[in-house]
């Protein structure tokens, strides 16, 4: 997954309302704060190399278990399918829980689950365990994200979250090509045996530093909250503060509509009843339960999906779709293009190059984003992507031509990201936390559909001729990218 999609995310989980609330602190980071912080950024890494490693051992797979390379990318293909799905549909169900509760649910989940893939007996097992593990995992990043900037004051909000980024794009650049080293001299097995043990110290962690996990507490408007006897200050709003400590019905209620779940409307007026005894502190997550049955939820994935509604939006969302799919294409199956005197090289080194090259591409992105808009940096970046595929399985024969396509190719497909950010928060259609969601989940399919389509074309005619499929994909996300622009430009 691009690095930037972490920041997509930041809004879409269980505690996105963190990211979006001041919080008062000096200019000093505490170092409990810090803690917390490096706590769930060893869940990123963990998740990050997970995403990246597989790749480097589908032929390990592939031989134990009995299956085809093409039918070992299936892994890659159900992971990307559960994340997407769980980015969208877990989102308004686990926004109403402590974010401390899920992020050691999921990030325990994710561990066992990469334990058990790394002693899965055989391939159908695999992929029920994967598919297990991409809901894990859509589950723990985005609450990670908000937590690590809930954590913090807000003078050092920015960094947490810069932090996050940092550990999943340094998953790319160390995680996935140590795990590629490793299951090259033991076996493939180790590669999902890291990403666990990383969960797993990020478990620990969490258990330790649940206190710097509670969720945000709730504020009043100027002048505190309103005293007891005093009428409702606006028809439609409760006479108190909306939260648990303060609804009349005591403890372990939550008044008034949660995130990610609406709720039924606030009657007129609500009879002013005193404040329940305070909460006791031996509890360091209160229940958090919503007040609206689950169909308002249901309500809330609808909203989510809302904009795909907007021809603009859904024409976007298609050139990243499109775009990620010929990237994944090539990317799943990159041990079977390198031939010749790159193969002996190992695939994590190229690995590697892949993700030095996407965090200079990702700069590269943003400010050609901003100078000149993102039309002129979408553009380029297709067609650099379509060029460095085709080149690929060419220069492939060669150590040094190998190189430069894979860097050519990682620079353009990771600088692509933020301008199609870019490009979608400016049209202004919904709020640039569900566009950009929306945007993460598309990059997600691209990628199952990619890793599916390049298992297809390996068992039919080779890993020499993924790149007329990448092309092709390439060539329709740069129709549809002509289109808009033309649009654009006319209106």
Known sequence: MPETDLEAEMGDGATGTAVRRPAAGGPRRPRAARHTVAVLGTGVFAVGTDLFVVAGVLGGIATDLGVSVGSAGLVVTVFALSYAAGAVLLGPL???RPPGRVLVVSAAAFAALNLLAALAPGFPVLLAVRLLAGLAASAYVPAAAAAAAAAMPASHRGRALGTMVGCMSGATVLGAPVGV??????????AFALPAALAAVSVAG????RDGL???TPTHPPGGPPSVGKSPPSVGKPPWPVGEASSPHGPGYRDGPQPGCPGPPFPRSRPSLPAP???SPRRAFPPHRCAAPVSWCGGAVRARLRPLGSPAVAATLAVTFLLMTASYSTYTYLPQVLTGTAAPLGTGLFIALFGLAGTAGTWW???AADRRGPGHAVGPAVAVTAAALAALPHTAETAAGAAVAVVCWGTAVWGFVPAQQHRLIGLGTAPPVLLLALHSGAVHLGSAAGSL????VVETAGAGRLWTAAVLCCGAAWTVHTVLVRKENRS
């Open 94 to 96: 686990l926004s109403v």
């Open 181 to 190: 080293l490793l299951a090259s001299a033991l076996s493939w097995r180790v």
């Open 206 to 209: 969490l258990v330790v530093a």
């Open 214 to 216: 509670r969720p945000p």
């Open 277 to 279: 005894p305070p909460r």
């Open 365 to 367: 992105g943003g400010s």
């Open 453 to 456: 389509l390049g298992g297809l």
